[in-house]
C-alpha cells in the first residue's frame, strides 16, 4: 500500500454482479461469469471534506478559492480542479497547492469509454499534473470527451452508451489509469440530455464499479438530469445502486430550457440546484459509508451567490459525518 491518497488496500477476490430489476425503470443486468483483480478498501482514502470546483481561469471573472476561504473559515476545505493537457495548471490552483491544501484532479479530456485513449503521453502528463499539486485522487466524467484527436478543437463531452459491452470497457480503462498513474479513478455519470441504450445510467455505473471493484463519484444534478429527460422519479434506481461504493458527490445547479418545444436541462454550473438535485443528494447522504467529498460545482458565479448553497451542502455533510 502506498501513502494515503494514492493506491489503497485491495484483497484480490472473485467478485460477480448480482444486479436486479429495480422499480420505475431500473434494468436488470443479471449474473456476470467476471473476477475483478481487486475489491479496494475506499476507507482507506482521506477524508476531504466539502470542496469547490475550478478549471483553467475560472478564477479570474469567478470565484478565488482562496480568497472565499480566507473570507468565510470553514465553509470550504479542499479544490477540486478541472483540467485537459493542453491547458494544464492555472496559478489558481498552485497557488492553492503551494498551501498545502487538498486537492483533486478532475481530468476534461480522456474518453473513459475507449480503453486506447489511456495512452502513455497521457498518464505521463497527468502524474506530472497530479505532483505539482498533490492530488489526493483522480476523477472524470464517464463518456467521450473528445472526438477524432484528444485536441481542444475537438472537445465536446458525450455520455457513453448505456450497454454491459461499454460498461465492460469503460472498466478496462480505469483500471488502466490506475495502474498507470498510481492513484484512484473514480468514474463520474456525465450530464447529457439524450442518451443511447437500454441500460439505466445507475446500472451502468453498478456494472463498472462490480468490474473494478473500485469508487464511484456521483453527479447528484448529472442524475437529476438524466431522471428528469427519462420521465422517473429522482430516486429511481438508487435502490440496488452500490451507494457503498461512492466516494464523492457532486451538487450543481442547472436551468431549464425549451428549444422548439423540447425541454431540457442545462447544466451551467448556476448557483441554485434543482430541487431533485437536493432530493437525491438527502436520499444518499446518510447511506454513502465511504463518502469522502462533496463538491459544490460553483465555479464561475459569484463568492455571495453560493454562500446559501454551501451552508445547505455543510450542514447536511456535517449532519452525517459527524454522526448525528
Sequence with gaps: MLQAGRWFGASRVAHRSTRKT???GSVALG???YSCRFVKDLSLLPHLGVGISAEFDSARRGIDALELREEHPGLIDFLEYGADLARGLDDHVLRWAARGLPTTYHFLDLNLEERVDVDDEWVAQVIEHVRQIDAAWLCGDGGLWHMGPRDRGHET????ILC????????ESILAVEDGTGLTCLPENPPAVIYLGDLHLLDYYAEVCARTGGG????CAHLAIFQRMRGHDALTGLDGFPLDRVVELHVAGGVLRNTDGFGWVDDTHAPEPLPETWRILEHVLPRTSNLKAIVYECERNQPGEVLEGFARIRSAADSVWSGS
Design 216 to 219: 464511484l463519484l456521483l453527479d
Design 31 to 33: 449474473d456476470s461469469a
Design 164 to 171: 454491459p459491452e461499454s460498461a465492460a470497457e469503460m472498466a
Design 22 to 24: 429495480t422499480a420505475n
Design 157 to 160: 463531452l458525450m455520455p457513453p
